[in-house]
T-cell receptor, first 114, second 112 residues
Framework: AQSVAQPEDQVNVAEGNPLTVKCTYSVSGNPYLFWYVQYPNRGLQFLLKYITGDNLVKGSYGFEAEFNKSQTSFHLKKPSALVSDSALYFC????????????FGDGTTLTVKP | NAGVMQNPRHLVRRRGQEARLRCSPM?????VYWYRQLPEEGLKFMVY????????ESGMPKERFSAEFPKEGPSILRIQQVVRGDSAAYFCASSHPTGELFFGEGSRLTVL
Protein backbone atom coordinates (compact mmCIF):
# COMPACT_ATOMS: atom_id res chain seq x y z
CA ALA A 1 0.00 0.00 0.00
CA GLN A 2 1.13 3.56 -0.60
CA SER A 3 -0.10 6.85 0.79
CA VAL A 4 0.65 10.56 0.88
CA ALA A 5 -0.07 13.07 3.62
CA GLN A 6 -0.19 16.80 3.07
CA PRO A 7 -0.75 18.05 6.61
CA GLU A 8 -1.75 21.58 5.68
CA ASP A 9 -4.97 22.30 3.81
CA GLN A 10 -3.89 25.90 3.33
CA VAL A 11 -0.61 27.80 3.27
CA ASN A 12 -0.54 31.59 3.20
CA VAL A 13 2.60 33.59 2.47
CA ALA A 14 3.44 37.14 1.48
CA GLU A 15 4.87 37.82 -1.95
CA GLY A 16 8.64 37.71 -1.90
CA ASN A 17 8.81 35.43 1.13
CA PRO A 18 9.96 31.83 0.96
CA LEU A 19 7.29 29.15 0.84
CA THR A 20 7.16 25.52 1.92
CA VAL A 21 4.39 23.03 1.21
CA LYS A 22 4.80 19.85 3.21
CA CYS A 23 4.46 16.25 2.08
CA THR A 24 5.19 12.92 3.71
CA TYR A 25 4.75 9.55 2.05
CA SER A 26 4.59 5.84 2.64
CA VAL A 27 5.46 3.22 0.03
CA SER A 28 6.76 -0.32 0.23
CA GLY A 29 9.22 -0.13 -2.66
CA ASN A 30 11.43 2.59 -4.05
CA PRO A 31 9.70 5.96 -3.79
CA TYR A 32 9.12 7.90 -6.95
CA LEU A 33 7.85 11.29 -5.80
CA PHE A 34 6.11 14.05 -7.72
CA TRP A 35 4.64 17.49 -7.27
CA TYR A 36 1.82 18.80 -9.41
CA VAL A 37 -0.02 22.12 -9.50
CA GLN A 38 -3.67 22.69 -10.38
CA TYR A 39 -5.23 26.01 -11.33
CA PRO A 40 -9.02 26.47 -11.09
CA ASN A 41 -10.99 24.36 -13.56
CA ARG A 42 -7.82 22.97 -15.12
CA GLY A 43 -5.98 19.67 -15.13
CA LEU A 44 -2.88 19.03 -13.06
CA GLN A 45 0.50 20.16 -14.34
CA PHE A 46 3.75 18.42 -13.48
CA LEU A 47 6.24 20.52 -11.49
CA LEU A 48 9.08 18.20 -10.52
CA LYS A 49 10.00 14.66 -9.56
CA TYR A 50 12.46 12.63 -7.54
CA ILE A 51 13.43 9.25 -8.96
CA THR A 52 17.03 8.81 -7.86
CA GLY A 53 20.18 10.86 -7.39
CA ASP A 54 20.47 14.21 -5.66
CA ASN A 55 18.05 14.73 -2.83
CA LEU A 56 17.38 18.30 -3.94
CA VAL A 57 15.48 18.43 -7.20
CA LYS A 58 14.66 21.54 -9.18
CA GLY A 59 11.60 21.98 -11.29
CA SER A 60 9.44 24.42 -13.18
CA TYR A 61 8.78 28.04 -12.19
CA GLY A 62 11.63 28.16 -9.65
CA PHE A 63 10.23 25.40 -7.43
CA GLU A 64 12.40 22.81 -5.78
CA ALA A 65 11.85 19.91 -3.42
CA GLU A 66 14.03 17.99 -1.02
CA PHE A 67 13.80 14.24 -0.65
CA ASN A 68 14.45 13.08 2.91
CA LYS A 69 14.48 9.32 3.19
CA SER A 70 14.76 9.11 6.95
CA GLN A 71 11.79 11.42 7.46
CA THR A 72 9.92 10.05 4.41
CA SER A 73 9.30 13.61 3.32
CA PHE A 74 9.34 15.51 0.05
CA HIS A 75 8.58 19.14 0.87
CA LEU A 76 8.07 21.65 -1.93
CA LYS A 77 9.91 24.95 -1.62
CA LYS A 78 10.46 28.22 -3.39
CA PRO A 79 12.83 30.96 -2.20
CA SER A 80 10.61 33.87 -3.22
CA ALA A 81 6.87 33.45 -3.74
CA LEU A 82 4.87 35.17 -6.47
CA VAL A 83 1.18 36.03 -6.42
CA SER A 84 0.86 33.89 -9.56
CA ASP A 85 2.02 30.84 -7.55
CA SER A 86 -1.37 30.83 -5.83
CA ALA A 87 -2.93 27.47 -6.72
CA LEU A 88 -3.66 23.97 -5.43
CA TYR A 89 -0.58 21.76 -5.02
CA PHE A 90 -0.56 17.99 -4.95
CA CYS A 91 2.18 15.62 -3.85
CA UNK A 92 2.14 12.10 -5.29
CA UNK A 93 4.02 8.86 -4.76
CA UNK A 94 4.49 5.82 -6.93
CA UNK A 95 6.22 2.55 -6.13
CA UNK A 96 9.27 2.62 -8.38
CA UNK A 97 9.50 -1.16 -8.31
CA UNK A 98 6.64 -1.38 -10.77
CA UNK A 99 4.88 0.82 -13.28
CA UNK A 100 1.76 1.22 -11.21
CA UNK A 101 -0.58 3.96 -10.11
CA UNK A 102 0.37 7.23 -8.46
CA UNK A 103 -1.31 8.01 -5.16
CA PHE A 104 -2.05 11.66 -4.46
CA GLY A 105 -2.32 13.66 -1.28
CA ASP A 106 -5.43 15.70 -0.59
CA GLY A 107 -3.77 18.87 -1.82
CA THR A 108 -2.65 22.13 -0.26
CA THR A 109 -4.04 25.47 -1.33
CA LEU A 110 -1.27 28.04 -1.55
CA THR A 111 -2.25 31.69 -1.35
CA VAL A 112 0.39 34.32 -1.97
CA LYS A 113 -0.68 37.82 -0.98
CA PRO A 114 0.79 40.98 -2.48
CA ASN B 1 2.71 17.60 -29.65
CA ALA B 2 -0.89 17.46 -28.60
CA GLY B 3 -1.38 16.83 -24.93
CA VAL B 4 -3.87 14.50 -23.33
CA MET B 5 -7.25 15.18 -24.89
CA GLN B 6 -10.45 14.63 -22.96
CA ASN B 7 -14.00 15.08 -24.13
CA PRO B 8 -16.52 16.21 -23.40
CA ARG B 9 -15.27 18.95 -21.08
CA HIS B 10 -18.70 19.25 -19.53
CA LEU B 11 -21.46 16.69 -19.45
CA VAL B 12 -24.90 16.94 -17.90
CA ARG B 13 -26.94 13.80 -17.32
CA ARG B 14 -30.17 12.98 -15.52
CA ARG B 15 -30.24 10.25 -12.94
CA GLY B 16 -30.36 6.84 -14.59
CA GLN B 17 -28.70 7.89 -17.83
CA GLU B 18 -25.29 6.80 -19.04
CA ALA B 19 -22.16 8.93 -19.13
CA ARG B 20 -19.33 8.16 -21.50
CA LEU B 21 -16.02 10.00 -21.12
CA ARG B 22 -13.21 9.80 -23.66
CA CYS B 23 -9.48 10.22 -23.35
CA SER B 24 -6.76 10.23 -25.99
CA PRO B 25 -3.30 9.92 -24.43
CA MET B 26 -0.24 11.84 -25.50
CA UNK B 27 1.45 10.53 -28.59
CA UNK B 28 3.78 7.68 -27.68
CA UNK B 29 2.19 7.01 -24.30
CA UNK B 30 0.74 3.56 -23.78
CA UNK B 31 -0.35 3.92 -20.15
CA VAL B 32 -3.64 5.60 -19.24
CA TYR B 33 -4.97 6.41 -15.78
CA TRP B 34 -8.36 7.70 -14.70
CA TYR B 35 -8.83 9.74 -11.52
CA ARG B 36 -11.89 11.32 -9.94
CA GLN B 37 -11.89 14.62 -8.11
CA LEU B 38 -14.82 15.61 -5.95
CA PRO B 39 -15.32 19.27 -5.02
CA GLU B 40 -12.80 20.41 -2.41
CA GLU B 41 -11.12 17.00 -2.43
CA GLY B 42 -8.01 15.42 -3.84
CA LEU B 43 -7.62 12.99 -6.70
CA LYS B 44 -8.78 9.45 -6.17
CA PHE B 45 -7.34 6.72 -8.38
CA MET B 46 -9.88 4.74 -10.35
CA VAL B 47 -8.21 2.58 -13.00
CA TYR B 48 -4.94 2.05 -14.86
CA UNK B 49 -4.97 0.65 -18.38
CA UNK B 50 -2.61 -0.25 -21.15
CA UNK B 51 -3.73 -1.00 -24.67
CA UNK B 52 -6.46 -3.68 -24.49
CA UNK B 53 -5.62 -4.47 -20.85
CA UNK B 54 -6.84 -3.33 -17.46
CA UNK B 55 -3.80 -3.38 -15.19
CA UNK B 56 -5.27 -2.08 -11.94
CA GLU B 57 -8.93 -1.32 -11.31
CA SER B 58 -8.72 -1.26 -7.53
CA GLY B 59 -10.25 2.22 -7.37
CA MET B 60 -13.27 1.51 -9.54
CA PRO B 61 -16.67 1.13 -7.89
CA LYS B 62 -17.83 -2.44 -8.25
CA GLU B 63 -21.01 -1.56 -10.06
CA ARG B 64 -21.98 0.76 -12.91
CA PHE B 65 -18.41 1.83 -13.75
CA SER B 66 -16.27 0.35 -16.50
CA ALA B 67 -13.22 1.39 -18.50
CA GLU B 68 -11.51 0.27 -21.65
CA PHE B 69 -8.54 1.22 -23.79
CA PRO B 70 -8.99 -0.50 -27.13
CA LYS B 71 -6.29 -1.19 -29.65
CA GLU B 72 -7.60 1.63 -31.80
CA GLY B 73 -9.20 4.78 -30.46
CA PRO B 74 -9.42 6.56 -27.15
CA SER B 75 -9.82 5.20 -23.67
CA ILE B 76 -13.43 5.25 -22.49
CA LEU B 77 -14.72 5.61 -18.93
CA ARG B 78 -18.36 4.55 -18.83
CA ILE B 79 -20.77 5.20 -16.00
CA GLN B 80 -24.13 3.50 -16.26
CA GLN B 81 -27.29 4.60 -14.45
CA VAL B 82 -25.67 7.71 -13.04
CA VAL B 83 -26.59 9.00 -9.59
CA ARG B 84 -26.06 12.44 -8.07
CA GLY B 85 -23.02 11.20 -6.18
CA ASP B 86 -21.26 10.57 -9.50
CA SER B 87 -21.06 14.34 -10.08
CA ALA B 88 -17.35 15.11 -10.16
CA ALA B 89 -14.43 16.03 -12.36
CA TYR B 90 -12.92 12.99 -14.05
CA PHE B 91 -9.30 13.33 -15.09
CA CYS B 92 -7.38 11.18 -17.49
CA ALA B 93 -3.59 11.04 -17.47
CA SER B 94 -1.01 9.26 -19.57
CA SER B 95 2.64 8.48 -19.06
CA HIS B 96 5.63 6.45 -20.02
CA PRO B 97 5.97 3.42 -17.71
CA THR B 98 7.80 5.10 -14.83
CA GLY B 99 7.47 8.76 -15.62
CA GLU B 100 5.37 11.65 -14.51
CA LEU B 101 1.72 11.90 -15.43
CA PHE B 102 0.41 14.22 -18.10
CA PHE B 103 -3.16 15.22 -17.37
CA GLY B 104 -6.02 16.25 -19.57
CA GLU B 105 -8.22 19.20 -18.68
CA GLY B 106 -10.85 16.93 -17.22
CA SER B 107 -14.47 16.07 -17.90
CA ARG B 108 -16.92 17.61 -15.47
CA LEU B 109 -19.99 15.50 -14.98
CA THR B 110 -23.12 16.97 -13.45
CA VAL B 111 -25.97 14.64 -12.61
CA LEU B 112 -29.34 16.33 -12.22
Amino acid sequence: AQSVAQPEDQVNVAEGNPLTVKCTYSVSGNPYLFWYVQYPNRGLQFLLKYITGDNLVKGSYGFEAEFNKSQTSFHLKKPSALVSDSALYFCAVRDGSNAGKSTFGDGTTLTVKP
Amino acid sequence: NAGVMQNPRHLVRRRGQEARLRCSPMKGHSHVYWYRQLPEEGLKFMVYLQKENIIDESGMPKERFSAEFPKEGPSILRIQQVVRGDSAAYFCASSHPTGELFFGEGSRLTVL
